[in-house]
Protein backbone atom coordinates (compact mmCIF):
# COMPACT_ATOMS: atom_id res chain seq x y z
CA UNK A 1 0.00 0.00 0.00
CA UNK A 2 2.74 1.95 0.67
CA UNK A 3 3.47 2.64 -3.03
CA UNK A 4 0.24 4.68 -3.37
CA UNK A 5 2.05 7.45 -1.51
CA UNK A 6 4.88 7.06 -3.34
CA UNK A 7 2.95 7.30 -6.53
CA UNK A 8 1.42 10.40 -4.67
CA UNK A 9 4.33 12.61 -3.84
CA UNK A 10 5.36 11.50 -7.49
CA UNK A 11 1.80 12.83 -8.86
CA UNK A 12 2.50 16.05 -6.12
CA UNK A 13 6.05 16.43 -8.03
CA UNK A 14 5.27 16.07 -11.48
CA UNK A 15 2.23 19.15 -11.09
CA UNK A 16 4.83 21.26 -9.76
CA UNK A 17 8.04 20.58 -12.51
CA UNK A 18 4.41 21.16 -14.48
CA UNK A 19 4.01 24.47 -12.72
CA UNK A 20 7.47 25.47 -13.50
CA UNK A 21 7.62 24.44 -17.09
CA UNK A 22 4.21 26.77 -17.73
CA UNK A 23 6.07 29.39 -15.65
CA UNK A 24 8.87 29.86 -17.30
CA UNK A 25 7.45 29.10 -21.20
CA UNK A 26 5.50 32.23 -20.17
CA UNK A 27 7.77 34.39 -18.23
CA UNK A 28 6.52 37.45 -17.45
CA UNK A 29 10.16 39.13 -17.64
CA UNK A 30 10.15 38.52 -21.09
CA UNK A 31 7.17 39.55 -21.93
CA UNK A 32 7.66 42.59 -19.95
CA UNK A 33 11.15 42.84 -22.31
CA UNK A 34 8.92 42.15 -25.56
CA UNK A 35 6.74 44.76 -25.16
CA UNK A 36 9.56 47.50 -24.35
CA UNK A 37 11.00 46.26 -27.03
CA UNK A 38 8.03 46.76 -29.03
CA UNK A 39 7.27 50.03 -28.08
CA UNK A 40 11.00 51.07 -28.70
CA UNK A 41 10.47 50.25 -32.07
CA UNK A 42 7.58 51.45 -32.97
CA UNK A 43 9.11 55.11 -31.30
CA UNK A 44 11.79 54.91 -33.48
CA UNK A 45 9.78 53.76 -36.45
CA UNK A 46 7.61 57.23 -36.13
CA UNK A 47 11.25 59.14 -35.20
CA UNK A 48 12.36 57.61 -38.98
CA UNK A 49 9.30 58.68 -40.43
CA UNK A 50 9.42 62.61 -39.19
CA UNK A 51 12.81 62.41 -40.00
CA UNK A 52 11.39 61.44 -43.92
CA UNK A 53 8.77 63.64 -43.90
CA UNK A 54 11.36 66.54 -42.95
CA UNK A 55 14.03 66.10 -45.13
CA UNK A 56 11.40 65.87 -47.79
CA UNK A 57 10.41 70.04 -46.50
CA UNK A 58 14.04 70.60 -46.08
CA UNK A 59 14.56 70.06 -49.47
CA UNK A 60 11.13 71.85 -50.62
CA UNK A 61 12.51 74.75 -48.80
CA UNK A 62 15.96 74.62 -50.23
CA UNK A 63 14.26 74.51 -53.95
CA UNK A 64 12.45 77.65 -52.48
CA UNK A 65 15.43 79.43 -51.14
CA UNK A 66 16.96 78.75 -54.72
CA UNK A 67 13.93 80.09 -56.27
CA UNK A 68 13.63 83.26 -54.15
CA UNK A 69 17.60 84.00 -54.62
CA UNK A 70 17.21 84.05 -58.42
CA UNK A 71 14.27 86.02 -58.47
CA UNK A 72 16.15 88.43 -56.14
CA UNK A 73 19.21 88.30 -58.23
CA UNK A 74 17.07 89.07 -61.63
CA UNK A 75 15.35 91.88 -59.67
CA UNK A 76 18.59 93.65 -58.58
CA UNK A 77 19.75 93.77 -61.96
CA UNK A 78 16.77 95.28 -63.07
CA UNK A 79 17.31 97.59 -60.03
CA UNK A 80 20.79 98.42 -60.99
CA UNK A 81 21.43 98.35 -63.93
CA UNK A 82 20.30 102.29 -64.51
CA UNK A 83 17.88 101.72 -67.04
CA UNK A 84 14.65 102.27 -65.00
CA UNK A 85 14.18 105.72 -64.12
CA UNK A 86 10.26 105.44 -63.27
CA UNK A 87 10.88 106.56 -59.58
CA UNK A 88 7.66 104.85 -58.64
CA UNK A 89 9.10 101.60 -61.06
CA UNK A 90 11.90 101.59 -59.31
CA UNK A 91 10.15 102.13 -55.26
CA UNK A 92 7.54 98.95 -56.36
CA UNK A 93 10.73 97.09 -57.33
CA UNK A 94 12.52 98.06 -54.27
CA UNK A 95 9.71 96.81 -52.44
CA UNK A 96 9.56 93.64 -53.93
CA UNK A 97 13.57 93.23 -53.53
CA UNK A 98 12.64 93.60 -49.63
CA UNK A 99 10.12 91.45 -49.54
CA UNK A 100 11.64 88.57 -51.60
CA UNK A 101 14.53 89.73 -49.02
CA UNK A 102 11.92 88.89 -45.52
CA UNK A 103 10.68 85.75 -46.90
CA UNK A 104 14.26 84.64 -47.97
CA UNK A 105 15.55 85.07 -44.46
CA UNK A 106 12.50 83.39 -43.03
CA UNK A 107 13.06 80.46 -45.53
CA UNK A 108 16.62 80.37 -44.27
CA UNK A 109 15.02 80.31 -40.28
CA UNK A 110 13.01 77.72 -41.07
CA UNK A 111 15.77 75.61 -42.29
CA UNK A 112 17.67 76.51 -39.36
CA UNK A 113 15.38 75.12 -37.44
CA UNK A 114 15.09 72.22 -39.35
CA UNK A 115 18.11 71.18 -39.51
CA UNK A 116 18.17 71.74 -35.46
CA UNK A 117 15.19 68.50 -35.70
CA UNK A 118 17.20 66.68 -38.06
CA UNK A 119 19.83 66.48 -35.43
CA UNK A 120 17.74 65.94 -32.46
CA UNK A 121 15.50 62.78 -34.38
CA UNK A 122 19.20 61.64 -35.28
CA UNK A 123 20.02 61.35 -31.69
CA UNK A 124 16.61 59.92 -30.63
CA UNK A 125 16.49 57.13 -33.43
CA UNK A 126 20.17 56.60 -32.99
CA UNK A 127 19.49 55.75 -28.73
CA UNK A 128 16.41 53.76 -29.69
CA UNK A 129 18.61 51.35 -31.63
CA UNK A 130 21.10 50.99 -28.71
CA UNK A 131 18.28 50.35 -26.53
CA UNK A 132 16.84 47.80 -28.80
CA UNK A 133 20.32 46.28 -29.70
CA UNK A 134 20.82 45.86 -25.86
CA UNK A 135 16.88 44.74 -25.23
CA UNK A 136 17.71 42.22 -27.81
CA UNK A 137 20.57 40.89 -26.28
CA UNK A 138 18.90 40.43 -22.90
CA UNK A 139 16.36 38.84 -24.39
CA UNK A 140 18.56 36.45 -26.32
CA UNK A 141 20.48 35.50 -22.93
CA UNK A 142 17.09 34.92 -21.12
CA UNK A 143 15.80 32.86 -23.77
CA UNK A 144 18.96 30.61 -23.92
CA UNK A 145 18.39 30.58 -19.82
CA UNK A 146 14.70 29.62 -20.13
CA UNK A 147 15.20 26.81 -22.61
CA UNK A 148 18.12 25.29 -20.52
CA UNK A 149 15.71 25.33 -17.63
CA UNK A 150 13.34 24.13 -19.74
CA UNK A 151 15.92 20.71 -21.09
CA UNK A 152 16.49 20.46 -17.00
CA UNK A 153 12.59 20.18 -16.41
CA UNK A 154 11.47 17.99 -19.39
CA UNK A 155 13.98 15.71 -18.43
CA UNK A 156 13.08 15.58 -15.04
CA UNK A 157 9.63 15.43 -16.07
CA UNK A 158 10.47 12.24 -17.68
CA UNK A 159 12.28 10.43 -15.32
CA UNK A 160 9.48 10.87 -12.71
CA UNK A 161 6.64 9.63 -15.00
CA UNK A 162 8.44 6.61 -15.60
CA UNK A 163 8.88 6.36 -12.43
CA UNK A 164 5.13 6.67 -11.98
CA UNK A 165 4.09 3.82 -14.09
CA UNK A 166 6.84 1.37 -12.67
CA UNK A 167 4.99 2.06 -9.32
CA UNK A 168 1.23 1.83 -11.50
CA UNK A 169 2.43 -1.42 -12.09
CA UNK A 170 3.11 -2.30 -8.59
CA UNK A 171 -0.30 -1.40 -7.29
CA UNK A 172 -3.29 -2.96 -7.48
CA UNK A 173 -6.41 -1.88 -10.12
CA UNK A 174 -8.77 -1.53 -7.42
CA UNK A 175 -6.44 0.78 -5.57
CA UNK A 176 -5.89 2.87 -8.41
CA UNK A 177 -8.99 3.43 -9.94
CA UNK A 178 -9.47 4.59 -6.16
CA UNK A 179 -7.07 7.09 -6.03
CA UNK A 180 -7.23 8.26 -9.34
CA UNK A 181 -10.83 8.87 -8.81
CA UNK A 182 -10.34 11.01 -5.93
CA UNK A 183 -8.12 12.87 -7.22
CA UNK A 184 -9.98 13.98 -9.77
CA UNK A 185 -11.65 15.64 -7.36
CA UNK A 186 -9.18 16.50 -4.55
CA UNK A 187 -5.41 17.78 -5.49
CA UNK A 188 -4.27 16.24 -2.24
CA UNK A 189 -6.23 13.21 -3.22
CA UNK A 190 -3.85 10.92 -0.24
CA UNK A 191 -3.65 13.18 3.00
CA UNK A 192 -1.85 12.13 6.11
CA UNK A 193 -3.13 11.66 9.68
CA UNK A 194 -2.60 13.33 12.90
CA UNK A 195 -4.15 13.35 16.30
CA UNK A 196 -7.28 11.52 14.57
CA UNK A 197 -8.02 14.00 12.16
CA UNK A 198 -8.31 14.02 8.33
CA UNK A 199 -5.88 15.89 6.84
CA UNK A 200 -7.98 16.84 4.16
CA UNK A 201 -11.41 18.10 5.90
CA UNK A 202 -10.39 17.76 9.48
CA UNK A 203 -12.53 16.02 10.88
CA UNK A 204 -12.18 13.37 13.19
CA UNK A 205 -11.64 9.45 12.77
CA UNK A 206 -13.97 6.74 13.91
CA UNK A 207 -11.99 4.29 16.48
CA UNK A 208 -11.89 1.32 14.08
CA UNK A 209 -10.84 3.32 11.22
CA UNK A 210 -7.82 4.46 13.42
CA UNK A 211 -7.14 0.57 14.04
CA UNK A 212 -6.99 0.22 10.42
CA UNK A 213 -4.53 3.34 10.03
CA UNK A 214 -2.12 1.82 12.47
CA UNK A 215 -2.01 -1.45 10.85
CA UNK A 216 -0.32 0.67 7.92
CA UNK A 217 -3.36 0.09 5.70
CA UNK A 218 -4.47 3.69 4.01
CA UNK A 219 -8.61 3.53 4.25
CA UNK A 220 -10.77 6.30 3.14
CA UNK A 221 -12.17 8.85 4.84
CA UNK A 222 -15.67 8.58 5.45
CA UNK A 223 -16.52 12.23 5.74
CA UNK A 224 -14.52 13.63 2.14
CA UNK A 225 -13.66 10.33 0.23
CA UNK A 226 -9.81 10.92 0.39
CA UNK A 227 -7.20 8.57 0.76
CA UNK A 228 -5.52 8.40 4.28
CA UNK A 229 -2.69 6.99 5.72
CA UNK A 230 -0.60 7.54 9.56
ZN1 LIG B 1 -11.56 13.65 5.18
New binding site residues.
Given amino acids: MNKIIELDKKHDLIDKIKNKIAYIQDHPKISELRTKLYKIEQAEKMYIKQLELLKQAIITLENNLKNKEEELKKIDEDLYSGLIKDIKLLENIKNKEMNLQESKEQIEQELIENMDVVENLNIKIQKCKTKCDELKQIIENSNQKINEKLDEYTKKLYINLEQIEKFRSEINNENLTKYYNIRKRYKNAL ?1 KVENNI ?6 ELFMNKISKLDNDEIIE ?6 L ?1 YK
Fill in positions: VCGGCNVCENCGRM
